[in-house]
């Protein structure tokens, strides 16, 4: 009889717990998961210009939503030009005046500016002469590319 009413006084917390731990566990069931968000769209634009000595090229755009901005230079011609600024700011749309955020003062073929926006932003991207290096009888060709959202 003693054994019995151990075993009893055992048996009773040990039910216990597995009939909580049961409640719990189908407490936990929210429904279906949540799906991510989808990303906003991207678009890619590519610009092309010359840069002269001391001279300067601005290119504006808009991010029309909160991303990553990625601007390369894709190409320049001729292929053994100087190294050139290459910036990335944003843009007043009032005064058209560009604000760098991103500078490389050293910039050439496959240079990468990468931001990220929050929101609706106007851009700019400039290219450079930024040391009064290239030469003044040949000008820097370009291609830039820039995928923003």
Do not use: K
């Not at 955020?101 to 990468?112: E, G, I």
Request: hydrophobic share 40%; net charge negative.
């Amino acid at each position: 009889l003693v054994q019995g009413e151990t075993l009893l006084r055992y048996a009773f917390p040990v039910r216990f717990a597995a009939l909580a731990l049961a409640v719990m566990l189908a407490a936990c069931d929210n429904g279906e998961s949540p799906t991510a968000p989808t990303p906003n769209p991207t678009v890619t634009e590519t610009f092309t210009g010359s840069i002269t000595r001391n001279g300067s090229q601005l290119h504006g755009f808009v991010a029309t939503a909160a991303g990553t901005v990625t601007a390369t230079i894709t190409a320049v011609d001729p292929a053994d030009s100087p190294a050139f600024g290459f910036s990335m700011g944003t843009l007043d749309l009032t005064t058209g005046v560009c604000t760098a955020v991103l500078t490389n003062r050293t910039a050439t073929t496959s240079a990468v500016l990468t931001g990220n926006v929050v929101g609706i932003t106007p851009l700019c991207l400039q290219l450079f002469d930024s040391s009064g290096t290239i030469p003044a009888e040949v000008p820097v060709n370009y291609t830039l590319t820039v995928v923003h959202p």
